[in-house]
Every structure is written in C-alpha cells, then in structure tokens.
C-alpha cells in the first residue's frame, strides 16, 4: 500500500470508530442494520417507519417494526411487539441478558416497557425530540428510583435512522397536499 492510500485508510478507520459511540459491539451494528430494514418494511406499509431488534449472544430472539395502523393497538410500537415475541421465545418476561436495537429513542411506554423486561442494554438510533424518554425529555432508563437500569447507547447509525423518518412525514405531508388539491 503506498503512503498516501494508507494515509486514506487509516482516515476511513478512524472515521468509522469516531461515528460509533463509546461501548457499540459489532453485533449491535449487524442488530441495527436488521433495525433499519424493519423500520424500511414499517414504511412500505404506511407505518410510522421503527423497527427493533432483541437479542442475546448473536441470536435474535425477537423483532418488530411498528405496527400500530395496522393492528389499531396504541401499544404497537417496536419495541413492545418486539418485547411481546422475545418473551414467548424466551418462556418468560425476564429479559435481564438481552439487549434491544432500536432504530429510534423509545418514548415514555416503551422506555417503561424495557424497564419492566428488565432488559440489559438500550442502543437505539435517532434522537427523538418530541417523546424521546431515554436521554431527551426523560432518563427512565437510567432513573435510579425506578427497581431497574440498564446500559444505554445512543445515536448508533442514527443519521440513516433519522432520514427513514424524515422521507416517511416529507412523503405523507406531500400526499396530504395532493389529495386536499383533487376536490
Ligand atoms: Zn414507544
């Protein structure tokens, strides 16, 4: 390799290792990634576009993407399907060795949710400014009154997270304004 492609390289690496935050495991990129194409599918179905993952050891043991339209549940959010169905893998509603890739900040329901699995590590992607409930409006995750806490990583892979939001509201606005013009 000559000097100026290694001198390439070692910026892309470094590059890399800056965007990751503090304490991510290349199994929680590999869970993410799978985040990220739930949330894709969440999108094509008109569904506010989250997916998340719960895993343990490389093994999934159960994963959603938000499905709230389509089920009418105001509790269909990712993280709660996705707990729901780690659950019956697992034969019960401890999740204290798992760990939940989520492609956006859980709100105040799934942030308790999580507590309640006692679930081990939160690594969620975006931030969410409007229920986030993990770093944004609130810290149940971390609240030391509450009987559990977990390990939170924040803000992994969280710019293609974001923009999967962003396109989803940009097309539905854009719909909006077509059909308001027909009539
Ligand atoms: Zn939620």
Same mark, same amino acid.
């Given at each position: 390799?000559?000097?100026?492609?290694?001198?390439?390289?070692?910026?892309?690496?470094?590059?890399?290792?800056?965007?990751?935050?503090?304490?991510?495991?290349?199994?929680?990129?590999?869970?993410?990634?799978?985040?990220?194409?739930?949330?894709?599918?969440?999108? +094509?179905?008109?569904?506010?576009?989250?997916? =998340?993952? *719960?895993?343990?050891? &490389?093994?999934? %043991?159960? @994963?959603? /993407?938000?499905?709230?339209?389509?089920?009418?549940?105001?509790?269909?959010? +990712?993280?709660?399907?996705?707990?729901?169905? =780690?659950? *019956?893998?697992?034969? &019960?509603?401890? %999740?204290? @060795?798992? /760990?939940?890739?989520?492609?956006?900040?859980?709100?105040?329901?799934?942030?308790?949710?999580?507590?309640?699995?006692?679930? =081990?590590?939160?690594?969620?992607?975006?931030?969410?400014?409007?229920?986030?409930?993990?770093?944004?409006?609130?810290?149940?995750?971390?609240?030391?009154?509450?009987?559990?806490?977990?390990?939170?990583?924040?803000?992994?892979?969280?710019?293609?997270?974001?923009?999967?939001?962003?396109?989803?509201?940009?097309?539905?606005?854009?719909?909006?304004?077509?059909?308001?013009?027909?009539?």
């Amino acid at each position: 390799m000559s000097d100026r492609a290694s001198h390439a390289w070692r910026r892309r690496v470094r590059a890399r290792i800056l965007a990751l935050p503090r304490g991510t495991t290349h199994e929680d990129q590999q869970m993410m990634a799978r985040a990220i194409e739930l949330a894709h599918q969440a999108a +094509a179905r008109g569904e506010v576009p989250v997916g =998340a993952v *719960i895993y343990k050891d &490389g093994v999934i %043991l159960g @994963e959603a /993407s938000n499905d709230r339209e389509a089920s009418s549940d105001p509790t269909g959010h +990712a993280e709660v399907v996705a707990l729901r169905r =780690a659950a *019956i893998t697992v034969g &019960g509603w401890r %999740l204290n @060795e798992c /760990s939940i890739a989520v492609t956006l900040e859980p709100c105040p329901m799934c942030a308790g949710a999580l507590v309640n699995a006692r679930i =081990a590590r939160l690594v969620y992607g975006a931030r969410d400014p409007k229920a986030g409930a993990v770093d944004t409006l609130y810290d149940l995750c971390r609240d030391v009154r509450l009987n559990h806490r977990m390990t939170v990583i924040g803000g992994v892979m969280a710019q293609p997270c974001a923009q999967l939001l962003t396109q989803f509201f940009r097309a539905r606005r854009a719909a909006k304004r077509g059909a308001q013009v027909i009539p």
